[in-house]
Nanobody
């Protein structure tokens, strides 16, 4: 069993930046592909970014390319999402996930989910 805890969400003005963190329990963090998804009220949970076990491969949704950066520090059991040039459309609850067998591109790829952290971008 893996526990994931997100932090770093909050309210920011359009054009600003936020850095989300996801802390994982356990000693096998390095064996999981990690990802970020987000969900706005009334919408489906959608893919944002994913990263391979070593961090050598990253993947982003078209809507956040060139603005968001996913990274990980296996020594700290933590994955990050650096969000720049934020837009009101980025407002959502952001969820961290861990996948044991494949890059988490779809919700079904994830084995574990965090509780989520709210990101609100004002215009």
């Amino acid at each position: 069993q893996v526990q994931l805890v997100e932090s770093g969400g909050g309210l920011v003005q359009a054009g600003g930046s936020l850095r989300l963190s996801c802390a994982a329990s356990g000693r096998t963090f390095y064996s999981y592909r990690m990802g970020w998804f987000r969900q706005a009220p009334g919408k489906e949970r959608e893919f944002v970014a994913g990263i391979s076990t070593s961090g050598s491969i990253t993947n982003y949704a078209d809507s956040v390319k060139a603005r968001f950066t996913i990274s990980r520090d296996n020594a700290k059991n933590t994955v990050y999402l650096e969000m720049n040039s934020l837009k009101p459309e980025d407002t959502a609850v952001y969820y961290c996930c861990a996948a044991s067998r494949a890059m988490p591109v779809s919700r079904g790829d994830a084995d574990y989910w965090g509780q989520g952290t709210q990101v609100t971008v004002s215009s």
